[in-house]
């Protein structure tokens, strides 16, 4: 089955470190983008930066850039999100999700199932 | 990068059409053919209901129909059915090679 599996609900205080992950199955990990999408409550979806596994290239929008690192192990198919110093302003739901098509970052039609991160002292 | 505008909310009874606006720029609606829409359900993870402007994925019903003018996009629910009901965001890829969403449609199903 092709799918995005995330890791779990995250609690944390502010100023800690964090890296969450999103692990993909039944597909070719290193040909298919794989972006991270932010839901903070009550507020819209914000793309926030995007991976090609196969050789590391990342874009981040920038609003995110220098706030976040995207990375991905492509001998795990893995791919991470994370924050050296969390804010309480990072509390918020974020999504991973890949592309249709491979080489492709025009729209996503997988997504993972989200990964709630709480930051609060 | 701005978020494409969407409006607040759109209402319609079941049976009823109607119409989800997304109003872009050059830089991003206007620029490429890579609108795409999304259903997004509380509790649940964003779904892919049109992409390329007008394409609908495998298991989508052909009661949703996208198309774009210039910097607008729209997204057409016909037969309006209680399971409609949900966020619904338009996105788009840019100029600066990222991608941004609108900031969202609540379709209510009155």
């Known amino acids: 089955e092709v799918q995005l599996v995330q890791s779990g609900a995250e609690v944390k205080k502010p100023r800690e470190s964090l890296k969450i992950s999103c692990k993909g199955s039944?597909?070719?990990?290193?040909?298919?983008?794989i972006a991270w999408v932010r839901q903070m409550p009550g507020k819209g979806l914000e793309w926030m930066g995007i991976?090609?596994?196969?050789?590391?290239?990342?874009r981040y929008n920038p609003s995110f850039q220098g706030q976040v690192t995207i990375s991905a192990d492509t001998s795990i198919s893995t791919a991470y999100l994370q924050w050296s110093s969390l804010q309480a302003s990072d509390t918020a739901v974020y999504y991973c999700?890949?592309?249709?098509?491979?080489?492709?970052?025009?729209?996503?039609?997988?997504w993972g199932p989200g990964t709630l991160v709480t930051v609060s002292s | 990068q701005s978020a494409l505008t969407q409006p607040a909310s759109v209402s319609g009874s079941p049976g009823q059409s109607i119409t989800l606006s997304c109003t872009g720029t050059?830089?991003?609606?206007?620029?490429?053919?890579?609108v795409s829409w999304y259903q997004h359900q509380p509790g649940k993870a964003p779904k892919l209901m049109i992409f390329d402007v007008s394409k609908r994925p495998s298991g989508i019903s052909d009661r949703f129909s996208g198309s774009k003018s210039g910097t607008s996009a729209s997204l057409t629910i016909s037969g309006l059915q209680a399971e409609d009901e949900a966020n619904y965001y338009c996105a788009s890829i840019t100029s600066s090679n990222t991608f941004v969403f609108g900031g969202g449609t609540k379709v209510n199903v009155l």
């Open positions: 039944g597909y070719s990990f290193s040909t298919y983008y």
């Open positions: 991976i090609y596994p196969g050789d590391s290239d990342t």
């Open positions: 999700a890949r592309p249709g098509r491979p080489y492709s970052s025009s729209s996503f039609d997988l």
């Open positions: 050059s830089r991003d609606i206007g620029a490429y053919n890579y």
